[in-house]
């Protein structure tokens, strides 16, 4: 005895009638005349890129650096320290914080302290003592 049984799902705004049959349909909710909405649909979102989920270089046409991605000459200061006239500042802080750590400049009590030694107090205005969100402001006015 087949038995047709008609319901429709309410789905993002749009209505998908389902017409389902006990013989065929294998994934058929089950329908209870006591609650008259069916069990929620899980559907799985797939995201589209956008515009604004496009990345920077793809958009910039030839791959320029910008920003603080870009070289830019140095302090004779900051080259004594990185060795090179040009650099970006990911670059510098790169090299600043290679510096710290291969010199043991650490506060062991406090690792968010760096005790400067003479070539960070070059740069850090001849502070002794510097906060680690401290360093990419101090070293602003060495790129010029």
């Known amino acids: 005895m087949a038995m047709s049984m008609s319901m429709s799902i309410s789905v993002s705004g749009g209505l998908i ?37 496009a990345s920077k270089q793809a958009s910039t046409g030839k791959g320029e650096l910008r920003g603080i991605m870009k070289p830019r000459r140095v302090s004779p200061e900051m080259q004594a320290l990185v060795g090179l006239p040009e650099i970006s500042r990911t670059q510098a802080l790169k090299l600043i914080w290679a510096h710290i750590k291969e010199n043991n400049l650490q ?20 502070r002794d003592r510097v906060g680690f969100l401290e360093i990419a402001g101090l070293i602003t006015p060495h790129f010029l």
């Open 17 to 53: 009638s389902t017409f389902l049959s006990g013989e065929t349909a294998s994934f058929a909710v089950p329908f209870s005349s006591s609650s008259p909405c069916p069990r929620p649909v899980h559907l799985r979102v797939v995201r589209t890129p956008t515009l604004a989920t």
């Open 107 to 126: 506060d062991p009590e406090n690792k968010k302290i760096i005790v400067c030694d003479e070539k960070l107090k070059k740069i850090f205005k001849g």
